[in-house]
């Protein structure tokens, strides 16, 4: 059932679906309190200029155009590892980018991995930050999140109060308010609007 849920969904929908769920790497769980909508290629639905998967499918997006469930991992800058959950129909390109998340279970472990960040709230706080507290790599893009084997999975869970507004850091469609977070968290990311975002004209 949870993953016809995100199958059904568009990326706006299957965003406000995965907020407050948690994520489970090993010993680490972590509450998912900030996501991000990304939707598909020009032709498709949900057209996002802003999504890598706008220009069409290759093989760094692939996961984004098959199942529903599934996570698509990518390197961002060279450096860090960021988490994608892909949503809606088969061939039809979108996801939910994990912005941020409270790290529940596995503090020791995460610390490790993190050892210069000093307060909780901040281990995962950023997408790079979440992908370097679960220990995430490009080894486990496209695993399905909802099987009870998988290395990375997902258990679905209201947010319950949640609020929305602009996206961080992109150039393009960057008013879309198509990032959604958990107010009263400690962990939600500082939004930084892109130097490089268009400015939308009345």
Same mark, same amino acid.
Request: hydrophobic share 40%.
């Given at each position: 059932?949870?993953?016809?849920?995100?199958?059904?969904?568009?990326?706006?929908?299957?965003?406000?679906?995965?907020?407050?769920?948690?994520?489970?790497?090993?010993?680490?769980?972590?509450?998912?309190?900030e996501v991000?909508?990304?939707?598909?290629?020009? =032709?498709?639905?949900?057209?996002?200029?802003?999504?890598?998967?706008?220009?069409?499918?290759?093989?760094?997006?692939?996961?984004?155009?098959?199942?529903?469930?599934?996570?698509?991992?990518?390197?961002?800058?060279?450096?860090?590892?960021?988490?994608?959950?892909?949503?809606?129909?088969?061939?039809?390109?979108?996801?939910?980018?994990?912005?941020?998340?409270?790290?529940? =279970?596995?503090?020791?472990?995460?610390?490790?991995?993190?050892?210069?960040?000093?307060?909780?709230? =901040?281990?995962?706080?950023?997408?790079?930050?979440?992908?370097?507290?679960?220990?995430?790599?490009?080894?486990?893009?496209?695993?399905?999140? %909802?099987?009870?084997?998988?290395?990375?999975?997902?258990?679905?869970?209201?947010?319950?109060?949640?609020?929305?507004?602009?996206?961080?850091?992109?150039?393009?469609?960057?008013?879309?308010?198509?990032? %959604?977070?958990?107010?009263e968290s400690?962990?939600?990311?500082?939004?930084?609007?892109?130097?490089?975002a268009r400015?939308?004209?009345?």
């Open positions: 059932m949870t993953t016809e849920r995100l199958a059904g969904a568009g990326p706006v929908d299957a965003a406000k679906i995965v907020l407050g769920s948690r994520l489970i790497v090993g010993d680490v769980r972590i509450r998912i309190v991000e909508a990304y939707g598909g290629e020009r =032709d498709g639905p949900w057209p996002d200029p802003a999504s890598h998967s706008y220009r069409g499918r290759t093989p760094r997006n692939e996961v984004m155009f098959g199942p529903a469930g599934h996570l698509y991992v990518y390197r961002s800058y060279g450096v860090h590892y960021c988490m994608n959950i892909s949503c809606g129909p088969v061939g039809n390109a979108g996801g939910v980018l994990l912005r941020a998340g409270e790290v529940l =279970d596995g503090g020791a472990t995460v610390q490790s991995r993190r050892p210069n960040v000093a307060r909780r709230a =901040d281990w995962a706080r950023g997408p790079g930050n979440l992908g370097s507290a679960t220990g995430v790599t490009l080894a486990e893009n496209g695993v399905a999140l %909802f099987g009870a084997d998988s290395p990375v999975r997902c258990e679905l869970a209201a947010a319950g109060n949640w609020v929305s507004g602009p996206r961080v850091g992109v150039g393009a469609a960057a008013d879309r308010p198509w990032r %959604f977070w958990i107010p400690e962990a939600v990311s500082t939004y930084r609007r892109s130097p490089r400015v939308v004209e009345s």
